[in-house]
């Protein structure tokens, strides 16, 4: 007995860190400081914003999925097979190999390598980064492991004495909040990290891990998940808490005009002097290979269940690795410009199928996530039309102007889709 508690509370910290890992990739760590620049002295306010935004809807996404026994389906299961296929694959390869995956490398020599050797070229950098994770990524039993005994502590770490050094001397004096709504901004920047997109992601390899792990029965499954999310979740909300304070301490320095990677630099210099560049290096390095190693080993697994094996696990690793190494190469501008309207199309979608499949027990009709879940994909469509040549229909929709006005038609497309009867097949 006091074996088995001692095994759970050890692979609830390896999961939990290996969570915490994937999830802070270097693109989550210039959000927060940016806005607790932008807060000032409201940063507690904005900073509540951005948990729910992105914390919670990432880590919602993880315990949804292992409600349901295919976790590549996984939160999209009840909008069908059809919808749950198509839109799984477009979602993976987004927060895989067409986005975050060589964004993850492009960032890394932007941030850590360029600034110390400007003639290092990129191509050579790309090879050697998708080297590495490629090696670490091979062998599925291992990732865990990997990541959450050596990579996360050492990230944690660094982080740590970036937080506690801003905390004991800090930078400058807290100004008044540069923008109307703190807690809206907190919210869609939250919101604009698609993490929620990557939980699902995320909680291919964490709930094989889970399995693996003996908590193979549906609530033995969910239980760990709550706790190792827990965990995840506590993790996240110190760092992110901390940065978010760090940027609030130059409020009073800089303007909502400063590039969100500029503010991130200066503060690190500001703490450290003239180690500040290389310690900031040391954090995005390790944070984007984590973040590389937890996706690439997701969109493996995902693939190599969906065709049933004809597509080895190594060979998706393989694969992705490449594909990622050739497109890093156009750099992290040129590659978030692209993900943009993808995202813009998927993540509405994503959204809704997270918070619908959170109380699916209580859900007993199918129609509302068929009609909520197609509906919003046609109104992520129309969101993108919008951006591109305006709608005033669009704009004048409840919570526009914070990015969420695809919620209210979702909402009434899931009515509708609940006053359609439903018979639940016989199995």
């Known amino acids: 007995m006091e074996k088995q508690k001692k095994d759970l509370t050890k692979n609830m910290l390896i999961i939990g860190f290996m969570m915490f890992s994937t999830f802070f990739g270097a693109g989550n760590l210039i ?48 909008g069908g097979n059809v919808f749950a296929t198509l839109v799984s694959s477009a ?13 993850t490398a492009s960032t890394t020599f932007e941030i850590s390598i360029q600034p110390f050797f400007t003639h290092f070229n990129t191509i050579l950098f790309s090879v050697l980064f998708f080297i590495l994770v490629l090696f670490l990524t091979i062998r599925p039993t291992k990732v865990v492991d990997i990541v959450g005994k050596f990579l996360t502590p050492a990230l944690l770490i660094v982080l740590a004495l970036m937080i506690i050094k801003g905390l004991i001397t800090p930078l400058g004096n807290l100004a008044d909040s540069k923008i109307d709504m703190v807690f809206a901004e907190g919210l869609v920047q939250g919101y604009q990290t698609f993490d929620a997109m990557g939980g699902t992601v995320v909680a291919i390899l964490v709930m094989a891990t889970i399995i693996e792990k003996g908590y193979g029965e549906k609530r033995a499954r969910v239980q760990i998940a709550i706790r190792s999310g827990i965990i995840a979740g506590i993790g996240l909300m110190l760092v992110y808490g901390g940065l978010c304070y760090l940027g609030s301490t130059v409020s009073d320095m800089y303007g909502a005009e400063i590039v969100q990677t500029a503010l991130l630099v200066n ?43 004809k597509l080895k696990y190594e060979t998706v690793v393989a694969a992705v690795c490449i594909f990622s190494a050739v497109t890093s190469n156009f750099g992290v501008a040129a590659i978030v410009g692209f993900s943009i309207p993808i995202l813009t199309f998927l993540y509405p979608a994503v959204v809704t199928m997270i918070v619908l499949s959170t109380f699916t027990d209580f859900i007993q009709n199918d129609n509302i996530y068929k009609v909520a879940g197609y509906g919003a994909l046609a109104v992520g469509l129309i969101d993108i039309i919008d951006d591109a040549v305006g709608m005033p229909f669009m704009q004048s929709l409840p919570l526009a102007q914070f990015g969420f006005g695809w919620v209210t038609p979702v909402v009434i497309l899931g009515v509708i889709g609940a006053l359609i009867p439903f018979k639940k097949e016989n199995k």
């Open 267 to 309: 503060i690190t210099n500001a703490l450290f002097g003239t180690t500040g560049q290389a310690l900031l290096g040391v954090i995005v390095i390790l944070a984007c290979l984590t973040t590389a190693i937890g996706l690439t080993s997701s969109v493996a697994q995902y693939f190599s269940t969906l065709t049933k094996g």
């Open 31 to 78: 959000f927060p400081p940016y806005l607790g620049m932008l807060a000032g002295e409201q940063w507690q306010v904005g900073f509540l914003g951005f948990l729910i935004g992105d914390v919670t809807l990432a880590i919602l996404a993880i315990i949804a999925t292992c409600r349901f026994e295919d976790a590549n389906k996984g939160v999209l299961t009840r």
């Open 91 to 103: 979602m993976v390869l987004c927060v895989g190999p067409f986005v975050c995956i060589p964004r």
